[in-house]
């Protein structure tokens, strides 16, 4: 033959028969989006290297889920930046604490909104690191003490699901325990089960003031070297009880998402971090990129290597193209 018979441009010709064949899809219902609260009230405090985010005192945090909400989101996840910090974190657990109150109020003003809460002490510890610290390690079990505190306070406010990031060996098990004995049975574990040591959270750490005082976190964060680690991690999460397991940072670790898709039956979730989100903006603000076909791409990407959710600063935006 002069030419080969299958000719795959012909599936390619119009828009609607794209739309037809295509193999991924992205929804507004996949969606969490992160949010930043502190004390006060009618207060909105831009975040610089996080250009479009804030962080929000309850009443307009609030609005702005709504905002999010209305647009099919229907997820938030919660970050706490108390006024206080100590040593142990216990702003953290407080059970009057600053999520505590937020997960309260949305689930008075929205109550089919679904409020996830990220369980770690980091945002609330004078030191900055995700667990108790003596003698400058960081303690394992001791850590885990507080974390069953403070998961216990988010269920006992409403919050519909918790989601530990500290990466301290056993903190599902010891979390899903105190969830049990507490009345939350029926409260989800989402957990960071792979979450690397990266530089990409760098923008986060400024909006939550969490950067560590002193050395790094690669004692309990992943080596960004490793991928078989990751499947043993997500293997004990697993095995302690948890409901959903999570890769992060997303992008940079696709490949890490696709082995754990090919071999867990469990929905999985991806943090589109915030030195992604933050590269994205800084490139559309240079005019080197489109910024809404670039983060619509790198949602899709996510989504094809193997994500069920996707935790994403662009939540409002995405949300708002996908639906037109």
Not at 227 to 251: H, N, Q, S, T, W
Request: some cysteine.
């Amino acid at each position: 033959m002069a030419f080969p018979r299958h000719r795959m441009r012909r599936l390619r010709q119009h828009e609607s028969l794209r739309r037809m064949v295509r193999e991924t899809r992205l929804v507004p219902q996949q969606l969490i989006y992160p949010l930043f609260v502190m004390e006060g009230k009618d207060r909105q405090e831009p975040i610089p290297s996080m250009p479009g985010q804030f962080r929000w005192s309850v009443d307009l945090l609030v609005k702005e889920a709504a905002a999010a909400y209305h647009r099919g989101i229907p997820a938030v996840i919660l970050f706490g930046i108390p006024d206080v910090k100590d040593e142990r974190g216990t702003a953290a657990y407080d059970p009057n604490g600053i999520v505590q109150r937020a997960v309260s109020a949305l689930k008075e003003h929205l109550p089919d909104l679904l409020v996830i809460t990220d369980v770690c002490i980091d945002e609330y510890t004078s030191h900055g690191h995700c667990g108790i610290v003596r003698d400058g390690r960081i303690l394992n079990d001791e850590t885990l003490e507080c974390l069953r505190l403070m998961a216990r306070t988010h269920a006992q406010a409403g919050a519909d699901m918790v989601a530990p990031s500290d990466m301290m060996d056993g903190r599902v098990g010891a979390i899903r325990e105190e969830l049990d004995q507490a009345g939350f049975s029926h409260l989800p574990i989402m957990a960071y089960a792979a979450k690397y040591a990266s530089c990409l959270y760098a923008p986060f750490r400024e909006a939550a003031g969490s950067s560590p005082a002193f050395g790094d976190r690669r004692s309990y964060q992943m080596d960004p070297a490793n991928a078989r680690e990751a499947l043993r991690e997500v293997e004990l999460d697993i095995e302690e009880g948890a409901d959903v397991v999570m890769v992060k940072p997303a992008l940079p670790y696709l490949d890490v998402l696709a082995r754990i898709r090919a071999q867990v039956s469990l929905p999985i979730a991806a943090y589109q971090v915030s030195g992604e989100y933050s590269m994205i903006k800084a490139a559309s603000q240079a005019g080197w990129l489109d910024e809404a076909q670039t983060f619509l791409e790198s949602l899709l990407a996510i989504k094809r290597a193997g994500a069920d959710l996707i935790l994403t600063y662009y939540a409002k935006e995405a949300a708002e193209l996908l639906n037109m």
